[in-house]
């Protein structure tokens, strides 16, 4: 079994973490906050007190923060991973940057001789602790193959997009599409509610058609606003300003308008909540 760490133990590294501990995969953990390691070290990892000790322990690393200031400090500090890897290790940064973060950073590493992938992830909270995440690849396509025994073990699929950054281009795009949706679904339901129509059977017809999965998520949110976020307003509305500013002058009315949305949802105290409350505000 590979040596893994696992940088950052938010939702998705949490879950991620379990699933490698859970496939037999020797595994380093570090989090800012330690204590938020004390459960995987119960069950058999081993606590880091920096992410260069982490990374020196490891032939895979993986990164999972919540943003670039977050990321860039934990590769790039003297305590980062960038200090203290091991020659010959692959590094991936799976949480959602902006391009030109990953761009540079993709150039940090191969400046030093390592393999690089960027590998956003899909399928939130429950796919990271059921091993069953959609890792969405940019780098070396040949390389993956000898990743294969790590990355099966959490997740389901790997989608390979082209060279390092073209992972995260994607997702940004990915995460700009739902949010448009999430947004236009609600506006739906508050039109068809104003025309005097039964919500329940609205939502069920939506489902059925234009349908899709993140028709049937919108509704079910509709219905049942989720108890704990899946993916918060915070994060929605950090990674559609990435997109926005990848977008390079092409137009994105919509996504713009999401962001907006995202974005008084957040000034309102909402940050914490899931993503989908902008389809429940009027």
Request: hydrophobic share 45%.
């Amino acid at each position: 079994m590979a040596k893994v760490a696992v940088v950052g133990l938010g939702i998705i590294g949490r879950g991620m973490a379990q699933s490698l501990l859970r496939a037999g995969h020797e595994l380093v953990v570090w989090n800012r906050t330690a204590s938020r390691a004390d459960d995987l070290v119960r069950e058999g990892a081993v606590a880091a007190a920096t992410p260069a000790q982490a990374a020196a322990a490891a032939d895979v690393v993986f990164e999972v923060t919540a943003d670039d200031a977050s990321s860039r400090h934990v590769w790039t500090a003297e305590d980062g991973i960038l200090a203290g890897a091991r020659t010959g290790a692959t590094l991936i940064t799976s949480a959602t940057l902006s391009a030109e973060w990953v761009e540079e950073l993709a150039g940090l590493c191969a400046s030093r001789g390592f393999p690089f992938y960027d590998m956003p992830v899909t399928g939130g909270s429950p796919a990271a602790y059921t091993g069953e995440l959609v890792l969405l690849a940019g780098g070396d396509a040949a390389g993956l193959e000898q990743l294969a025994p790590v990355l099966d073990a959490v997740s389901r699929l790997v989608r390979h997009f082209g060279p390092a950054g073209a992972g995260t281009r994607f997702k940004l795009v990915l995460n700009s599409l739902q949010a448009v949706h999430l947004a236009g679904f609600g506006e739906a339901m508050r039109m068809a509610t104003a025309a005097g129509l039964d919500p329940e059977q609205v939502g069920a017809a939506l489902v059925d058609r234009p349908g899709g999965a993140v028709t049937e998520m919108a509704w079910q949110c509709y219905r049942t606003p989720p108890q704990s976020p899946n993916f918060s307003v915070a994060w929605a509305h950090k990674d559609l300003t990435y997109a926005s500013a990848m977008a390079d002058g092409a137009p994105h009315p919509l996504t713009d308008a999401a962001r907006e949305a995202l974005g008084e949802a957040e000034k309102q105290g909402l940050g914490e909540d899931d993503w989908s409350v902008i389809n429940r505000r009027s």
